[in-house]
């Protein structure tokens, strides 16, 4: 897939609006429009990464994390959230491109899925 035809990219390049709470030089984060707790923000690589097993930079896995830690200070969620990225269709990965949903703002529940 081409990043003129990914809508991760194209969010990331501005090209397509997003609320957007984050964005640095390697990530951009932004709220799910359909949201699954009151603070549902998908972070994603500015560069086109097909899924967390095509991930191979830790450069990058480290900008994504520190990222997702900023945004958990930033959103208030002091009491504890939930990072989660699936891998492939058959895991729900519905956008071929990597990004990890960062949950909080209510209690969550175990298991996931």
Not at 27 to 33: L, S
Not at 39 to 59: C, F, G, K, M, N
Not at 77 to 101: C, E, I, K, M, W
């Amino acid at each position: 897939m081409s990043a003129s035809e990914c809508i991760f990219c194209r969010i990331a390049s501005g090209e397509i609006p997003a609320d957007v709470v984050y964005r640095d030089d390697d990530v951009v984060a932004f709220r799910d429009t359909n949201p699954q707790a009151p603070t549902h923000v998908l972070v994603i690589p500015r560069r086109h990464v097909p899924s967390a097993h095509e991930l191979d930079d830790a450069a990058l896995t480290a900008a994504l994390f520190a990222a997702m830690q900023r945004i958990a200070d930033d959103q208030g969620l002091g009491d504890g959230y939930r990072v989660v990225t699936n891998v492939g269709p058959a895991a729900g990965q519905s956008v071929p491109h990597l990004h990890f949903h960062l949950l909080g703002g209510r209690t969550l529940g175990w298991p996931p899925g």
